[in-house]
């Protein structure tokens, strides 16, 4: 998922950005410029696309001769969140309120009983190492013919997938039991984030009480992370985003607890160094020197990351962007790597890693590998630093191509958002918005 999601409504109620054919032709050729600088894979092999082809094939028969061997969720009550323009849906969730817990399932696409070591399709994942998300052009990990069926979580029909299911601690927000294995679910609906925002306001709407239920947690989850220290970059998310975040946040920390703790076995850990005291105290400076915004004398001397959460807080809307780059620019990237010691700094967790995404990273493939085989790659240690590479190139692409159309007089968020339209009229082509 980009980090450039619409909020609530705006590609909902908009329509495209308009532009003429010369426009579009020169974007095309940016775009493949940045392809080959930075060896990024568009279209997929023939034996690929085969593969993935007769993947879809027989579907409904494969999964009931699945059943025996999962747990069968498919009268739990399951929905999924995304955008509006969602191509896949790779997550859904699940909720139920017990004497002194909550209990969260979180299903993920079973991508890896579809793509294995022994397909190209798993080779051709290797090479592109996670999906690239430019303004209205998405450059996939995984075929989309794949992705969009069999791998998507879509109502009302059987899918394979392999569930994380937490008892949570009413009073701690702890772990009282992670179990995560292989089903079978029918997802209920599939909410967008305004349907989401629409049934938190009205609970007897079908699913509104589970998502109230849900939102009770995330919140008291999104809370607790902030208090202990955790970096919140964006904090006026609406409801429907802190939901699925903090869900799979949690779902994250579940699994690479298991696999570390419980297991003791290499996987792909997400590690995020942290920043020098100098360059915190530089990062915090040029916070306090935007105007309208203030970092309380209580937040200097505590932990920078409560501070930077403080000042973002009372922050004016228009300084949220100058905040978050002044920390951005003294962070270091984040990496996998085959052990997770050192943390995650902004996310201020010991273990982390992740699991809830493996349509678009590899990462996340790999360690639905590790958790269900048992079967850590020999070559463990150059994914890692491929899959760090390879997210790295991507992101520079993706900047590189938002300046681009920037420089065209095309707003990348509203692009991002709503879509391209081309049309032969020059007039009718609305290039800024």
């Known amino acids: 998922m980009s980090d450039d999601e619409p909020k609530p409504g705006s ?23 940045l392809f080959e600088e930075f060896e990024i894979r568009d279209g997929f092999p023939s034996e690929v696309i085969r593969e ?102 879509v109502p009302r029909e059987d899918r394979l997938a392999h569930t994380v299911e937490m008892e949570i601690d009413d009073e701690t927000l702890s772990f009282e039991d992670i179990d995560i294995y292989k089903s079978v679910i029918n997802s209920d609906e599939r909410l967008t984030y305004k349907q989401c925002e629409e049934r938190l306001e009205d609970p007897t709407l079908p699913l509104g009480e589970e998502n109230e239920l849900a939102f009770e947690l995330a919140d008291r989850l999104h809370e607790q992370r902030k208090e202990d220290g955790s970096l919140v970059l964006n904090p006026r998310r609406d409801r429907a985003h802190t939901i699925i975040e903090e869900s799979m946040l949690k779902a994250n920390k579940a699994v690479t607890h298991t696999l570390m703790w419980d297991r003791g076995v290499e996987a792909m850990y997400r590690v995020h160094p942290q920043p020098t005291p100098d360059q915190w ?87 639905h590998w590790i958790v269900h085989e048992n079967d850590v790659p020999e070559n463990l240690l150059e994914l890692c630093d491929h899959a760090s590479d390879k997210q790295k190139d ?24 709503r879509g391209i339209e081309v049309v032969e009229d020059a007039e009718e082509a609305k290039h800024t918005v």
């Open 281 to 367: 105290s530089k990062a915090l400076q040029e916070i306090q020197e935007l105007d309208g915004v203030s970092i309380p004398g209580s937040a200097w001397g505590d932990d920078p990351r409560k501070a930077v959460n403080a000042a973002l807080e009372t922050a004016p809307d228009r300084q949220l962007n100058k905040i978050q780059r002044a920390v951005l620019k003294v962070m270091p990237r984040a990496k996998y790597m085959n052990d997770p010691f050192g943390g995650h700094h902004a996310l201020n967790f010991d273990i982390y890693g992740h699991f809830t995404s493996p349509i678009r990273r590899l990462s996340d493939t790999i360690n």
């Open 52 to 153: 993935a082809e007769a993947r879809t094939e027989d579907v409904y028969d494969e999964i009931e001769a699945e059943i025996d061997e999962r747990r069968d969720l498919r009268d739990l009550t399951t929905w999924t969140t995304d955008p509006v323009d969602a191509q896949d849906f790779d997550d859904a969730i699940s909720i139920e309120r017990e004497e002194g817990a909550y209990r969260l399932w979180v299903h993920i696409a079973d991508v890896t009983h579809y793509v294995t070591p022994d397909t190209a399709m798993w080779e051709e994942a290797v090479e592109r190492a996670n999906t690239v998300y430019l303004p209205d052009y998405t450059i996939h990990m995984l075929p989309p013919v794949l992705a969009e069926t069999v791998c998507s979580l």
């Open 11 to 33: 590609a909902e109620d908009q329509g495209p950005v308009t532009i003429t054919p010369e426009l579009a032709d020169r974007l095309a050729a940016k775009r493949e410029e």
């Open 394 to 417: 991507g992101e520079t692409a993706e900047r590189l191509y938002k300046q681009f159309l920037q420089e065209q007089g095309l707003d990348p968020h509203a692009v991002n958002n």
